[in-house]
């Protein structure tokens, strides 16, 4: 099994034409998304990470929001089914690669529906946002395949929120940070933190103690840092747009 390698997926041409449900559509400038996804790639591989570049699907606007076509845990990839039909097309040619990563597959099926950016893995739970793009039939699917490989799964509702992980993600200590204007359930983790900006709910892990997160979230950047957290910020103001954050445009597969 191939470690620390992040899956990632090219910006297309029709990327401006992404869906968008809590936000105002907006101008996308595509020249300066392709420029802010390179540098993203590479903090990825600064980081020591190696990249596999899932093929483009230029016919699919959302496609390099690459998260939510596939989860990963220990040595399974569960193809997702997502709840925008406009994006099911995107799933179809993740398979290979992770398959050449050597993971085992599994798929979400109709009447089940899943997205990537659903599913957040703390510990040995995985929360799952039930809600607008994930229902509960996939929730059903995802938690039978997670069984496998030791994860338990709860459902959080999300209304407020593109997805579960638009709303929270979580630090090294498996503390929950979230933006709480869009945190339907913040009693469903254990350990819950607001941070003071939208941008500053998401964090990627790029190390133990190493966090990715968005440029435009100064403040809770400064905060994690006085707390002894390494922070690596990264400009995605055009992904935002979108609905996008710092954890949609890869998928890491440790």
């Known amino acids: 099994m191939t470690r620390r390698t ?134 059903q699917q995802l938690a039978g395949h997670f069984a496998s490989v030791g994860l338990k799964t709860q459902a959080v509702t999300v209304e407020r929120a593109l997805h579960l992980k638009s709303a929270v993600t979580a630090l090294p200590d498996e503390t929950v940070i979230g933006w709480d204007p869009v945190v339907d359930w913040p009693g469903a983790f254990p350990s819950y933190e607001g941070m003071p900006e939208e941008g500053g709910a998401h964090v990627v892990l790029l190390d133990d103690n190493v966090l990715l997160m968005a440029a435009s979230a100064p403040r809770t950047a400064e905060l994690l840092r006085t707390r002894g957290h390494e922070v690596v910020t990264v400009d995605i103001s055009e992904f935002e747009k979108l609905e996008g954050c710092v954890t949609c445009l890869s998928v890491r597969c440790r």
């Open 6 to 139: 992040a899956l990632i997926r090219r910006p297309g041409p029709r990327l401006s034409d992404g869906l968008v449900t809590h936000l105002e559509k907006s101008a996308i400038d595509l020249d300066l998304a392709r420029e802010q996804w390179e540098a993203y790639a590479g903090c990825l591989r600064s980081a020591g990470w190696e990249t596999a570049e899932v093929p483009p699907a230029d016919d699919c606007p959302d496609a390099v929001f690459i998260e939510d076509a596939v989860v990963v845990a220990g040595d399974l990839a569960v193809l997702t089914n997502p709840g925008a039909a406009e994006r099911k097309p995107e799933v179809a040619a993740v398979e290979g690669v992770v398959r050449d990563l050597g993971y085992r597959i599994e798929r979400i099926q109709d009447p089940g529906t899943l997205d990537g950016g659903d599913v957040l893995k703390v510990g040995g739970t995985a929360y799952v946002g039930l809600g607008g793009r994930t229902n509960g039939a996939g929730i």
